[in-house]
């Protein structure tokens, strides 16, 4: 398999401060049309989870209707962070402190996926369970510690052992 194989799928989570249908969440939802717009522009883009409203918030994974998901596919972990960083998608994520209340442990997970592959928000959730219980590995990782795709794993240079009179002038 070919770096072209492979996709990252990332899952963020959280807890809203408010009801979605509250103003204090007014301007938050309000934007997610145009966040989620900006995303399918984005160079790297593949998918994201939508529900019947054009977006995750009414997908519920938990007894907790407060709990919120967002989750995509991109053809690389460069393209998510340009987007995550260096968009108009960052001056909304500063904001987040007024929609979201502050996690106390991992709220973001990075998973390498063959292309053409939809994970599900259960598969995404184990992710960030596994990345909460070990830290960041090949199986659940993050922008700060993440690991290439498994193409480039099944690759060993070793060493191919050349004659010795073919190498060097001794």
């Known amino acids: 398999m070919a770096k072209a194989d492979w996709h990252v799928a990332q899952l963020n989570v959280g807890r809203v401060v408010a009801p979605?249908?509250?103003?204090?969440?007014?301007?938050?939802?309000?934007?997610?049309?145009?966040?989620?717009?900006?995303?399918?522009?984005?160079?790297?883009?593949?998918w994201r989870l939508q529900g019947d409203n054009g977006n995750a918030t009414e997908i519920l994974t938990t007894a907790d209707p407060s709990f919120l998901i967002n989750m995509s596919v991109w053809q690389?972990?460069?393209?998510?962070?340009?987007f995550v960083y260096?968009?108009?998608?960052?001056?909304?994520?500063?904001?987040?402190?007024?929609w979201f209340e502050r996690p106390s442990e991992a709220y973001q997970v990075l998973w390498w996926v063959p292309a053409g592959y939809r994970?599900?928000?259960?598969?995404?959730?184990?992710?960030?369970?596994?990345?909460?219980?070990?830290?960041?590995s090949r199986y659940a990782f993050t922008f700060k510690q993440h690991y290439p795709p498994p193409y480039e794993l099944l690759y060993d240079p070793g060493d191919m052992?050349?004659?010795?009179?073919?190498?060097?002038w001794a």
């Open 76 to 82: 690389s972990i460069e393209m998510l962070f340009e």
């Open 86 to 98: 260096r968009s108009s998608h960052t001056g909304f994520m500063l904001r987040r402190r007024e």
């Open 161 to 168: 052992k050349p004659e010795p009179y073919c190498v060097g």
């Open 119 to 136: 994970p599900t928000p259960q598969e995404a959730l184990a992710r960030l369970d596994h990345l909460r219980a070990h830290g960041s």
């Open 20 to 46: 979605t249908d509250s103003p204090v969440m007014a301007d938050f939802i309000n934007a997610l049309d145009r966040i989620n717009a900006l995303a399918e522009a984005s160079d790297g883009f593949v």
